[in-house]
């Protein structure tokens, strides 16, 4: 029985010390990696590709904010665009009708979508795999809409919200594994 309640304790307090370790790895601080911020203008029935770092990995987190004077619907999809060039400029190629179709036909590529509308919107996305990250912004009205955007890719040693999940599971069962020993221990250092 002594040698289990050894076991039992030793397994505890490792779990103890993983948690604290897990913990202190989920508070290091994210390192911004790419951000594109700014005030611009889209016109009615416009497409807009606000940001697309590639392929993301769930230590990476999407940061959206924006701001508009108007109606405007913001997408963050799993697709992958590339700059084209069209008329002798630079361009995604990614317009209302490539949009449409797929919003009707995959949306599971569509991780998020928002109206902002005369306000201040802001979206954090952490994905569970790896994805393609595309930040799209789309006027379905009948104006021009004016906003303000700030958009980050945000890197981290290990998913935040997932590492400190499971270190908050393990601690207390290793403090219910180590408990018997540490009683144990304490007990025999009574009697010395």
Do not use: C
Not at 6 to 24: D, E, F
């Amino acid at each position: 029985m002594k040698r289990w309640i050894n076991i039992l304790g030793r397994g505890g307090t490792t779990l103890i010390a993983i948690s604290l370790a897990l913990l202190l790895v989920s508070l290091i601080p994210q390192i911004e990696s790419s951000s594109g911020s700014g005030t611009d203008g889209i016109q009615p029935g416009e497409v807009k590709i606000m940001f697309s770092p590639g392929t993301i990995t769930p230590q990476q987190e999407v940061h959206v904010s924006f701001t508009t004077e108007g109606t405007l619907s913001v997408y963050l999809l799993d697709i992958k665009v590339g700059l084209q060039i069209i008329n002798g400029t630079f361009d995604y190629g990614f317009n209302s009708t490539d949009l449409q179709e797929l919003l009707d036909n995959h949306p599971e590529q569509i991780k998020w979508e928002h109206e902002v509308v005369n306000t201040t919107y802001e979206q954090n996305y952490n994905p569970s795999k790896l994805m393609n990250a595309t930040v799209v912004a789309y006027n379905q009205g009948t104006e021009m809409v004016m906003f303000d955007f700030d958009i980050s890719l945000k890197s981290s040693l290990a998913p935040g919200d997932k590492v400190r999940t499971i270190a908050y599971f393990t601690a207390p069962i290793g403090v219910i594994m180590a408990i018997p020993w540490f009683l144990n221990v304490w007990k025999q250092r009574k009697h010395k």
